[in-house]
C-alpha cells in the first residue's frame, strides 16, 4: 500500500531553515507529484508546493515564493521540503501527501516548532 | 484563489443519528472532462487527514457507505447515516481543480 513516511519533530529558532523529508513507498515513485502541505496548530490545512519528481519541476504557492524550495532524491524515493527564514508563524504540521484525481495519500506530518 | 466555505463550523450528533456538513465553492469544480475535482477529508485528533470521497460522490477505497456524497458544480454535501463514535474528527473539503489546492475551514463532529 502507498505510505509516505516523514522525518521527525524538529525544533528551531527564529530565522533558521528547516528541511523534512518524506519517503516513499508501496508505488512507483514517479507516478504521483508530491505536494506538501501545512497546518499551523487550531487552523485548516494550506497548500505550499509540489514536485514533479520525473523532471524536478516545481510550483510553489505565492506565499511561501522565495523561501521553500521542494527537491526529490529518486534513487531512494523521497521528497524534501526546505523552508527558510524561519518565524513563529511557522510552527505547525508539515505533511507530504500526494493529491491526485481520486487518490490522497499523507504522511504523518512533521511537527516543526519555531522558538527562541 | 477559490474559496471553499464550510458549513455549519461545529456539529453535535448522538450515536445513530445521521450528520451531514455543507461546502461550497466560489467558482465550478467541474471539468471539461466531466470530472469534478472536489473531496471530503476527515482527520481524526493527531492523525494526518484521510481521504473519504472524491469527485463529489465515490467513496476512496475502504470507506463505509455510511458515508455519501452530493452536488455539483460548487455546491456539495456530505452526509454520514448512523454516526459512530469513532467518526468523531474534523471533516475538510478539498478542491484540486484549480492551483492552489484549497481546503475549507473544517467541521468538527462531536
Known amino acids: 500500500q502507498v505510505q509516505l513516511v516523514q522525518s521527525g519533530a524538529e525544533l528551531k529558532k527564529p530565522g533558521a531553515s528547516m528541511k523534512v523529508s518524506c519517503k516513499a513507498s508501496g508505488y512507483t515513485f514517479t507516478d504521483y507529484y508530491v505536494h506538501w502541505v501545512r497546518q499551523a496548530p487550531g487552523q485548516g490545512p494550506e497548500w505550499m508546493g509540489w514536485i514533479n519528481p520525473i523532471t524536478a519541476d516545481t510550483n510553489y504557492a505565492p506565499k511561501f515564493r522565495g523561501r521553500v524550495t521542494i527537491t526529490r532524491d529518486t534513487s531512494i524515493n523521497t521528497a524534501y521540503m526546505e523552508l527558510s527564514s524561519l518565524t513563529s508563524d511557522d510552527t505547525a504540521l508539515y505533511f507530504c501527501t500526494i493529491l491526485d484525481f481520486g487518490e490522497s495519500y499523507w504522511g504523518q506530518g512533521t511537527l516543526v516548532t519555531v522558538s527562541s | 484563489d477559490i474559496v471553499m466555505t464550510q458549513t455549519p463550523l461545529s456539529l453535535s450528533v448522538r450515536p445513530g443519528q445521521s450528520a451531514s456538513i455543507s461546502c461550497t465553492s466560489t467558482?465550478?469544480?467541474?471539468?471539461?472532462?466531466?470530472?469534478?475535482?472536489f473531496y471530503w477529508l476527515r482527520q481524526k485528533p493527531g492523525q494526518s487527514p484521510h481521504l473519504l470521497i472524491y469527485d463529489v460522490s465515490s467513496r476512496f477505497s475502504g470507506v463505509p457507505d455510511r458515508f455519501s456524497g452530493r452536488g455539483s458544480g460548487t455546491d456539495f454535501t456530505l452526509k454520514i447515516s448512523r454516526v459512530e463514535a469513532e467518526d468523531a474528527a474534523i471533516y475538510y473539503c478539498m478542491q484540486t481543480i484549480q492551483l492552489p489546492p484549497t481546503f475549507g475551514q473544517g467541521t468538527r463532529l462531536e
Open positions: 467558482q465550478s469544480l467541474r471539468q471539461s472532462d466531466g470530472k469534478t475535482y
